[in-house]
């Protein structure tokens, strides 16, 4: 796999990013929804270059709960890719479809504003995350460690889909990011 120039100049961790795409394609992901986002970058062109896997380019992250709620009711297992802010901006979605009609939604969300982060602009976000999340009752988990990330996505996705609710699984800085 070739990563494009303008990649190989970011320091977001292209291993870290293949082991969390090869646990989703473990987990049978066909349909994966996102925006582009700096730590997501690796991810969203192994989706768009593999032919099992269908892509989805959303406009805002709400819609990629409408994209994994019709997925869902097809069959077919989804994730959702977005960064913190964009997982805030797609609550009403959360709460009027997910919540409200049972939909399973496996979110993967860069954890952007936590210790480390050099962005000011991150930081408001970061700091509501995870009370917003514990407030929706959303369960979630932190992947922190590359050993651990097929584990607790395949654990996540379980979970989604036993008790038909949105799950969240949160990339930390130390996990995305090569400093």
Known sequence: MTVPRAEQQLPVSVSSSQVIYDALKACGVEIISALPETWLVHLIRMAEDDPDVQLVRLAKEEEGVGISAGAHLAGVKSAMLMQNHGFLASINGIVGLAHLYKIPLLMIISYRGEFGEPDPWQTQGGGITLPVLDA????????????????????????????????????????????
Do not use: G, Y
Not at 153 to 160: D, G, R, S, Y
Not at 162 to 179: F, I, N, Q, Y
């Open 136 to 179: 929706l009752q959303i369960p979630w988990v932190v992947l922190d460690e590359p050993e651990h990330v097929a584990q607790r996505i395949a654990k996540a996705q379980t979970l989604a889909n036993a008790a038909l609710k949105p799950v969240a699984l949160l990339l930390t800085r130390d996990l995305m990011w090569e400093d």
